[in-house]
């Protein structure tokens, strides 16, 4: 099977790293273990994979330089394993060029979600709105041409604002964009009341898209970092 | 930086009261026209001083000033310097005891304040340690013993046998998850000189936050929400409030028997958030309502079974992250039946930033 896909793991923890690796080559991937940063730079060059799953706290390497290592030649996608108190390290991570983050301690499921939508979003170009020119999820269909959201087949009356916000997370679905990301690419300069304004927005999106708190079915809000927009991969 | 200001503090106040008594000593010799007052006076600024300020140095160098002072403008030759007369020389000797035995004095005492402060907080530290060690174990016995049996015994359990310990293993490793989550919160208040970073967050997307925690670990269970329909932001570190919420609501899960309804309101009351958990569940007996938030650390007869203990921490912890955020907490029974857990956040922060 050379079709499968290659995912590197840069992980220090051995059990933390096989239960990862078990995880991935039994859901169909073919999975490389590094156990530190110079390894894992090593095996990065040689074996070119597909994914990278990788550890903030490494023993040689701080997570954030091995991120830009890899940016440096590369756009494949990499996703970041953070400790759950480090909401600073997660927006650092995904700033610097990380695509997603998941918190330990994590379940299969979780994992596997993020590696999915990871990979759907390199096939598409990562985030490249070329050749795109629709999105459909569950009852939500998006028409970047006409600029319009419907949901149920009812249009969705959207400011503008509102609606550049939408649909530039849901071409990057799946991936979380941090507070300052969406700021940057919505008002293209950022203020102290950018925050806010950002909320407000999202509040009254959430409030049009009729979604209640804990079932977000189209928007999930990652507190203190950012937001979501769910990817049809995940269920 | 910090030391820095306390030298310049501590010399600022020694040189003005230097000075400050060095004039008064002028007046009254002017007034009373005596000297037999000027070294009480000076005892009295070196007294003083080493007092005040913090160790030995101050105190010394004062009193060497002193000396000198009273040598050059106070005793005959009046304003010069004359160390061949020996009641100079003692009273020099005698100023310099006074200092050395009041900083002395002083110094204990301080250390002895701050050693009581030290050990009500170790005590605390010590209670919380032995507590928590005393929790983990039980399911870190599940844990060990399930993974050994598995590894030794693969080929001899059944499947459901199989399935049975892996599963005792997710149940209590997720405990644990959850304990250490805990003891995250706590240590990241306890580290003291580290402030709270508050930041605004939207309420909605704090209990959103909550809800989706919570699902992960009791799918079955329905919360009602009640929460204003407008934009409500209040300063706080999300993280730790959110983890609040999940406690009190948890601790009602595992604990408000016969529950049927589980309630999450939040209200703005004059530029006040008040968060409410209610439960029509069985209440909490009134010698545990008492001490809900503080048991934890003092509880005497630990009961054996951990699980059930467990949710002492997470109130302890609530109580905590919550008087760092300057807010309020309290339990009650509600008449009706079941219980009534609130805490209050101040909506605006006192011009921070």
Redesign the interface.
Known sequence: MSSKYKILIVEDDTNISNFVKTILSTNGYQALAAKNGKNGEMMFHSHCPDLLILDLGLPDTDGIDFIKMVRETSDMPIIVLSA??G?RDKVEALDFGANDYVTK?FGTDELLARVRVALRNNRQGNGDKAGMNQFTMKDLFIDYDERKVTLEETEVKLTQTEYNIVQLLSIYAGRVLTYSEIIKKIWGYSDSGS??KL??N??NI?KKLGE?????QYI??E??VGYRMIAPEER | MNQFHKIIKNTIFTVSVLIAFFCLSLWVETVFQTYSLIPAIFALAVFLISLITDGYVYGIFSSLLSVLALNFAFTFPYFKFNFSIPENMVSAIIMLIITIISSTLTTKIRQTEKMQAETAKEKMRANLLRAVSHDLRSPLTTIYGSSSVILAQYDDLSKEQLLQLVKGMKED?QWL?GMV?NL?SVT?IDSGSVKLIK????L?????????R??KRYPQQQ?K?E?PDD?I?IPMD??LI?QVIVNILENAVQHAEGMTELILRVREKNGIAVFEILDDGCGISKDRIQDIFTGYFEKKEAPADSQKSSMGIGLSVCASIIKAHDGKISAENRPSGGCCFRFELKMEEESDE
């Open positions: 759950r108190t909401e301690p925050i806010k909320q407000v999202m509040a959430r209640k708190p804990g079932e977000n999930a809000n507190l203190g | 490793s998850i989550e995250l990241k930041t605004s967050t939207v909605e997307e704090l209990i959103d936050a909550v809800l989706v919570l699902k919360i929400v929460i934009f932001s999300a993280v959110e």
